[in-house]
Each structure stands twice: as structure tokens, then as C-alpha cells.
């Protein structure tokens, strides 16, 4: 059984998904219901996860870095001006494309802000 708030956080991720178009951002296809279980169909990164990536890693080139570091904020940008709040943003939810892009992932906790002033919601852990 999928706790209330569960379903709330994957259909807010669907909604938020079908109006994002960029490509630094994964891409929805579509979603559908089967018995008990709501799926969402999206674009399939074979990169694997930047959090993993570091820890087999341990570092990445600087030129690499700097890259990545660009192309989250570009979705980072792209989502600012839908007024998209992504709320969770790690290495955990960075998955790297087939073509080495980085694309931003997982908008469980996102949000669309009317106002940036009214969005002072705490979220997460402090490390």
C-alpha cells in the first residue's frame, strides 16, 4: 500500500514533468495506472548517477566538472523561469545521458511557486 503523501509527490512529479521541455532535464513520455500502481514512463539514462560516478571516481576532470556544472544550471534556469522549485537537488538526482549530458531527475519535492518570496519551506536534512 503507497502512503497518501507518496502518491501526492508522484503525481506532483508527473505535472510538474509534462510542462518541462529541455535538455539537461529527463524527458516524460507519459504515465498510466495498472490494478494499484501508477507508472511514469521516461527517458532512459544509461550514464548511471553522479553520486556514484564521484564515489568510483573519487573526483572528475575539472573541464568535466565544469560542464556538468553548466548544463544543471541551464535545467536549473530553465525550471526557475516555469517557476519550478526543484527542492532536492544532489548528485543522487543527476543522471548521466547516453551522450555524457547531465539531466536533473526526480521532482517528488518540487514545486510551482507563485511567488518566490512565499517559498521558505525547509526540506531535507542539515549536514
Known amino acids: 500500500m503507497i502512503r497518501k503523501n507518496a502518491v501526492e509527490s508522484i503525481l506532483a512529479e508527473r505535472d510538474i514533468l509534462i510542462s518541462v521541455r529541455n535538455p539537461f532535464v529527463v524527458r516524460f513520455f507519459y504515465s498510466f495506472t495498472c490494478r494499484e500502481n501508477l ?4 527517458e532512459y ?6 553520486y556514484s560516478l564521484l564515489r568510483s571516481l573519487g573526483c572528475l576532470d575539472e573541464d568535466v566538472a565544469r ?3 553548466a548544463e544543471v544550471v541551464l535545467a536549473l534556469e530553465y525550471l526557475h523561469s516555469l517557476r519550478v522549485v ?4 544532489k548528485p543522487d538526482n543527476l543522471l548521466i545521458a547516453h551522450d555524457e549530458t547531465t539531466n536533473v531527475i526526480w521532482f ?5 511557486v507563485l511567488d518566490i518570496k512565499d517559498e521558505f519551506s525547509l526540506l531535507g536534512y542539515l549536514d
Do not use: A, E, Q
Not at 507508472?39 to 521516461?42: A, R
Open 39 to 42: 507508472y511514469l514512463v521516461m
Open 45 to 50: 539514462l544509461n550514464g548511471g548517477d553522479l
Open 67 to 69: 560542464i556538468y556544472i
Open 86 to 89: 526543484h527542492r532536492d537537488l
Open 108 to 112: 517528488g519535492f518540487s514545486r510551482v
